[in-house]
């Protein structure tokens, strides 16, 4: 049939069809859609069309998703895993944000694991309140019963029997128990003076007390003759800070009293409130802050392994009450959250530094959720309050702490860093870390100190101690053979700072005086350590004329050394003598005649010490021993010594020292 009389035939149909015919579809060639088509009519086959059974795939993309969908979409991913997220203000339910279809479905999926893991997760934290005790659990089969079917539920303020506390935790000598606490309280018209010596010497430096409110409820409670047993036990750990904190004047005067008598009462009434208030297994919050002050009381009192085991008693039960939880994650009020941010990272420094004095890296995982305390002063806080006020700018009586919160997050990383693969690596990224650190705090604090504040003062000088101390850390590298000229400059010019700094508040400087009780000397030993090691290395010199100076000053305020007790003192007498030897030597070398300084002539006649001082062996394994009355000790080591043996000297240091209550 020819093609225009099969056209024409077709007249009443479409002359071309909007599909191929079914050949060409088989064959996979392209059809002209006439009827027949020319593939067919070359072929001489019959050509018919048959629709297809599916239509065109159509080829348009999906729609985007939008940033509000897919924001919403990560917020409820992090709510499957447990975390509060407030919902947008701005979100926009417009159509042109919408969810792409493959996310369709995994949307659905999330959301419905994140519905069952909320389910799952929300009721394993709970913290009971009850009065003024709170007790915090993670383990879902106690917090999903109610608090009246908790077994620790009944028994937050109940009696424990805690007769055997004083013979496990306390001296013999403190066994002696009042009979009555009551009449141990200072009378009432002091109370202005004790809050002011409070508010000067201790508050800044042991931010745990809300002092406005303390006030108020002990005045109440002395009044009306009811104190609560946590409230009891503060009260008495107020009162031996503040002894702790004055001199023996000072007490004469306030009390009429020597101050040793004071101290050995308030210890004693301390130790004893703390047990009648059962301190070992309390939830009650007065009660751990008063174990808190008690311990920054009683340093001197116990070796440093000691107070590192009593600090842990105190992580356990702040533990026990859900102090490493935020308070705003556990729903409490702003004014109770912020009071136990300040409890918490107090805890957590006097854990670090105990730690650090022993030689032991403070645990990495101890810290919790908590958030820093803000930069406010009491008066910013009150029970009632909404919301928590704007931080303030520059120094309050809570930036020490501030400082310190800053200074263990960076020692933290500090200490990552300086575990280098080999003896020539350089520690560069500490240095940077601390340089950072120092101009955070110059922004934040220190541009707004003021020289004539006492207060401002030590901040600085915690804040320039602190950072010396990190400059040591990160450069003196414990391997033999390893320190490089450049190390021993920086761990020289650091430890002189340190002992400046010393200097500086032992000798009363612009109002300094009032912050001494809170100086400890465990880092003091190792700063002179070095100190004499490059000494002895420089021999001579501007720089080592200084030094000399320096530690007589230092020595002048520790008379330990004029009548060395223990292994510290009588290992530095001996090795500051051995220097001054080198010193001498070879200033007479060079034509000059020192004249020896009068620390060095007392420490001279340590060796000629009658028969009456014989303390007893204490072993130190270095090389080279000689005996020093009674202590055998090596000639002074160097910073290419074995670790083993500087890991000895730190160990009498940690026997030795006492950690401070400020940085230093």
């Not at 609560?228 to 004055?246: M, N, R």
């Not at 803000?374 to 501030?402: F, H, W």
């Not at 901040?459 to 850390?473: A, Q, Y």
């Not at 700072?497 to 009780?517: D, M, T």
Request: hydrophobic share 35%; proline share 6%; glycine share 4%.
């Amino acid at each position: 049939m020819p093609r225009s009389s099969a056209v024409k035939q077709s007249g009443l149909e479409d002359a071309v069809k909007s599909y191929s015919c079914l050949i060409c579809r088989q064959r996979k060639v392209k059809c002209d859609r006439q009827s027949p088509c020319c593939n067919c009519l070359k072929a001489k086959v019959e050509c018919s069309f048959v629709p297809p059974v599916r239509g065109k795939r159509k080829r348009t993309k999906p729609p985007r998703e939008g940033l509000h969908a897919k924001l919403k979409r990560y917020e409820e991913l992090l709510r499957s895993y447990g975390a509060k997220i407030e919902p947008s203000e701005d979100s926009d339910e417009s159509d042109s944000e919408t969810v792409s279809p493959p996310d369709i479905e995994t949307t659905k999926d999330d959301e419905s694991r994140s519905t069952d893991r909320s389910n799952r997760l929300e009721p394993e934290v709970k913290l009971l309140t009850k009065h003024d005790t709170t007790r915090y659990f993670d383990s879902a089969p106690w917090s999903k019963l109610g608090s009246e079917e908790h077994p620790e539920a009944g028994s937050l303020e109940g009696p424990t029997d805690e007769s055997n506390v004083n013979e496990l935790l306390f001296e013999p000598e403190y066994r002696f128990k009042f009979e009555d606490l009551s009449s141990l309280h200072p009378p009432l018209h002091l109370f202005p003076k004790l809050k002011d010596i409070y508010v000067d010497r201790v508050d800044p430096l042991v931010k745990i007390l809300h002092l406005p409110t303390f006030e108020t409820a002990l005045l109440d409670g002395l009044r009306s003759q009811d104190l609560s047993k946590g409230l009891e036990a503060a009260a008495f750990a107020f009162y031996l800070s503040i002894v702790s904190a004055s001199k023996g004047d000072e007490c004469q005067n306030l009390f009429g009293e020597p101050r040793d008598n004071l101290l050995s009462r308030y210890k004693r009434a301390a130790r004893q409130a703390l047990i009648n208030a059962g301190f070992l297994s309390t939830s009650n919050l007065m009660t751990l802050r008063a174990y808190a002050i008690y311990l920054m009381c009683v340093r001197k009192t116990y070796g440093c392994d000691s107070l590192f085991t009593l600090s842990g008693i105190a992580i356990r039960l702040a533990r026990k009450m859900g102090l490493h939880r935020d308070g705003m994650s556990l729903g409490l009020s702003p004014f109770e959250t912020e009071t136990r941010r300040r409890l918490w990272w107090h805890l957590i420094y006097v854990d670090s530094r105990t730690a650090e004095v022993l030689g032991i890296n403070s645990s990495r995982d101890i810290y919790g959720t908590t958030k820093v305390p803000l930069n406010v002063d009491d008066e910013d806080l009150y029970p009632a309050m909404g919301q928590l006020p704007p931080e303030r700018k520059g120094i309050t009586s809570i930036t020490l702490c501030l400082v310190r919160c800053e200074m263990m997050e960076t020692q933290r990383k500090i200490e990552m860093d300086v575990r280098w693969e080999t003896p020539e690596a350089c520690p560069t990224e500490s240095v940077d870390l601390i340089k950072e650190l120092e101009s955070r705090l110059e922004e934040r604090f220190l541009r707004y100190s003021d020289p004539s504040n006492p207060l401002h003062t030590f901040v600085s000088i915690n804040v320039r101690s602190s950072t010396c101390k990190m400059r040591i850390f990160a450069h003196r590298q414990p391997r033999p053979n390893s320190a490089s000229e450049k190390d021993r400059e920086v761990v020289f010019a650091n430890a002189i700072k340190l002992l400046e700094y010393v200097s500086l508040v032992q000798g009363g400087h612009q109002g300094l005086e009032r912050y001494q009780w809170a100086i400890g000397t465990s880092f003091l030993w190792s700063a002179t350590l070095y100190v004499l090691i490059e000494a002895r290395h420089r021999k001579t010199g501007a720089e080592v004329d200084r030094l000399w100076y320096l530690i007589g000053t230092i020595f002048s305020y520790f008379p330990q050394f004029n009548q060395p007790t223990s292994a510290v003192f009588s290992a530095l007498a001996k090795w500051t003598l051995k220097v001054y030897e080198v010193y001498t030597a070879a200033s007479k070398a060079e034509g000059l005649k020192p004249v020896s300084p009068e620390f060095i002539n007392s420490l001279s006649n340590c060796e000629t010490l009658t028969a009456d001082f014989r303390p007893a062996t204490h072993e130190v394994d270095f090389p080279n021993l000689e005996p020093f009355e009674g202590y055998n000790f090596p000639d002074p080591p160097s910073f290419d010594m074995n670790p083993y043996e500087w890991v000895n000297w730190e160990q009498l240091v940690a026997e030795q020292g006492v950690f401070p209550v400020g940085n230093m």
